[in-house]
Nanobody
């Protein structure tokens, strides 16, 4: 059974950095598009970043230049490097990965930002 688990969330100060990880396990034959989304309390889930099959990256405008998405297909892992974190970045962050031509979501990891 394929599983996706996020980690790396926690408390970070405004202006600080945090690195989120997304680990896939199970019988994985292919790992392609990976994306991160987030959901803050009382708000809808929003797209944050995506890394496509061909290596193209796209970001939410407000995180462009501060966040970096990456993928290590050999290790079935991915990361979201968050720099210069702002209070509005506080949310539960979810990883979505295309594995074996199917989409899988993780359970989310909480990011809390202190001022």
């Amino acid at each position: 059974q394929v599983q996706v688990v996020e980690s790396g969330g926690g408390l970070v100060q405004t202006g600080g950095s945090l690195r989120l990880s997304c680990a896939a396990s199970g019988s994985i034959f292919s790992m392609n598009t990976m994306s991160w989304s987030r959901q803050a309390p009382g708000k809808e889930r929003e797209f944050v970043a995506i890394l496509t099959r061909d290596g193209s990256t796209y970001y939410l405008g407000s995180v462009q230049g501060r966040f970096t998405i990456s993928r290590d297909s050999a290790r079935n892992t991915g990361h979201l490097q968050m720099n210069n974190v702002k209070p509005e970045d506080a949310a539960v962050y979810y990883c979505n990965v295309e594995l074996n031509n199917r989409q899988y979501w993780g359970q989310g990891t909480q990011v809390t930002v202190s001022s």
